[in-house]
């Protein structure tokens, strides 16, 4: 089962930031925070991910609590272009490359103009 | 475009029959995913092979099966279709280094069971 919680849609304006929250109260030590979306059926792309540390890519930042207990996704100028069901997904770190990722219901963002 | 390639895109089959997916990873990734998304469902992961051998079994019905090739390409085959085996599948790949742990999704094929 997923072991993240989020809201089931959120409604964000065109050029401004969209923030995602995602809730992992159960997380342990080893397991990192991954973020993907899905864009209308098609395959789900990776938006990004951390362990404890803020991380920032060219697609988005996330904000990780100092407990870990929650992050936030935060997209800083939405684009008609990011509406899609975004996930968040916690994932246990093996060491090897034996892993899968679970995926929960998402939050639907929707870009308005 | 993700480096993952999935064949067929669509593919529209009889109750009974048997299918085959078939799915090319990234250049030099060695794991390869498969994953079920059906509406009332969400995705659902199906298996996961590296470098040719199964890794990882979740929610895989006995009627479907997987391979990976030694070219690394995989195939997924369901067999004795229903119609509730309508749904996008997805392939996803991973592979070494500072990739290993990010899967690449592949665009799906839909399969529709008539």
């Known amino acids: 089962d997923a072991k993240t919680t989020q809201p089931t849609s959120m409604d964000c304006a065109e050029g401004r930031a969209a923030n995602l929250p995602c809730n992992h109260s159960t997380i342990s030590g080893n397991e990192y925070v991954y973020w993907y979306r899905q864009i209308h059926s098609q395959g789900p792309q990776y938006i990004i991910h951390g362990l404890k540390n803020n991380e920032t890519n060219e697609m988005a930042s996330l904000i990780i609590t100092e407990d870990r207990k929650s992050s936030t996704l935060i997209l800083p100028h939405a684009t008609l272009r990011d509406t899609a069901v975004y996930y968040c997904?916690?994932?246990?770190?093996?060491?090897?490359?034996?892993?899968?990722?679970?995926f929960g219901k998402g939050t639907l963002l929707t870009v308005n103009p | 475009d993700s480096g993952v390639t999935q064949t067929p895109k669509h593919l529209i089959t009889a109750t009974g029959q048997r299918v085959t997916l078939r799915c090319s990873p990234r250049s030099g990734d060695l794991s390869v995913y498969w994953y079920q998304q059906s509406l009332d469902q969400g995705l659902q992961f199906l298996i996961q092979y590296y470098n040719g051998e199964e890794r990882a079994k979740g929610n895989i019905l006995e009627r479907f099966s997987a391979q990976q090739f030694p070219d690394l390409h995989s195939e997924l085959n369901l067999s004795s279709l229903e119609l509730g085996d309508s749904a996008l599948y997805f392939c996803a790949s991973s592979g070494a280094g500072a990739r290993k742990n990010i899967q690449y999704f592949g665009a799906g094929t839909r399969l529709s069971v008539l």
């Open positions: 997904i916690v994932r246990e770190l093996n060491g090897g490359s034996n892993y899968k990722l679970t």
